[in-house]
């Protein structure tokens, strides 16, 4: 299976710009997605094909993908953004593959 | 606005078998662009996507879950099911259905999840 590397925390100051990280060998040459998902609900969409946005999903979110990494940036960060973020990935293996989550504090 | 709803018992006995079913209103679930999915989350844990399904009834597993797995889908009824034999404690989680297109791998429709807890 493929594997998806997350760290585990990013911790941000409001107004500050967050980044948030998913490895993954080759992931470059994938379409990666990235969910939010808050306390007790279910994820989100928040940024799909790498860079695209769901309606409705504020551009403060933005997402790139290149070699090895792929990166969801939060701008401007809210205390509303406060929550779990997980990156996805489709694998050759017909297999959906997540992240291990990154847990966002806002300080 | 297309919903997907969870059912099922919240509580299963190890080694017996947990089935859960994915009401879909709002849209068909014959339609040739989605697929039709299911997740879960261990309490504390991260997503596991347990299986996928098309409404044809082609299926794909997760290869740890393989052995134990089984998706079908019901056009008349509009749902799609999951069935998950031999439990154990492991399995205890939140389950998701979800609907992902067949030209993008996102998952864009999710339901609220169900928390099957596994406990004799």
């Known amino acids: 299976s493929y594997v998806l590397t997350q760290p585990p925390s990013v911790s941000v100051a409001p107004g500050q710009t967050a980044r948030i990280t998913c490895g993954g060998n080759?992931?470059?040459?994938?379409?990666v997605h990235w969910y939010q998902q808050m306390p007790g609900q279910a994820p989100v969409l928040v940024v799909y094909?790498?860079?695209d946005r769901p309606s409705g999903i504020p551009e403060r979110f933005s997402g790139s993908n290149s070699g090895n990494t792929a990166t969801l940036t939060i701008s401007r960060v809210e205390v509303g953004d406060e929550a779990d973020y997980y990156c996805?990935?489709?694998?050759?293996?017909?297999?959906?593959?997540f992240g291990g989550g990154t847990k966002l504090t806002v300080l | 606005q297309l919903q997907l709803r969870e059912s099922g018992p919240g509580l299963v006995k190890p080694s017996e078998t947990l089935s859960l079913t994915c009401i879909v209103s709002?849209?068909?679930?014959?339609?040739?662009?989605?697929?039709w999915g299911w997740i879960r989350q261990p309490p504390g844990k991260g997503l596991e996507w347990i299986g996928t399904?098309?409404?044809?009834?082609?299926?794909y597993y997760n290869s740890s879950l393989k052995s134990r797995l089984t998706i079908s889908v019901d056009t008349s009824k509009n749902q799609f099911s999951l069935k998950l034999s031999s439990v154990t404690a492991a399995d205890t989680a939140v389950y998701y259905c979800?609907?992902?297109?067949?030209?993008?791998?996102?998952?864009?429709?999710w339901g609220q999840g169900t928390l099957v807890t596994v406990s004799s």
């Open positions: 979800a609907r992902h297109s067949v030209e993008s791998t996102r998952f864009d429709y």
């Open positions: 709002g849209g068909s679930i014959s339609s040739s662009h989605y697929y």
């Open positions: 399904i098309y409404y044809s009834g082609g299926t």
């Open positions: 080759y992931i470059g040459s994938k379409n």
């Open positions: 094909d790498n860079s």
């Open positions: 996805q990935v489709w694998d050759s293996s017909n297999e959906w593959e």
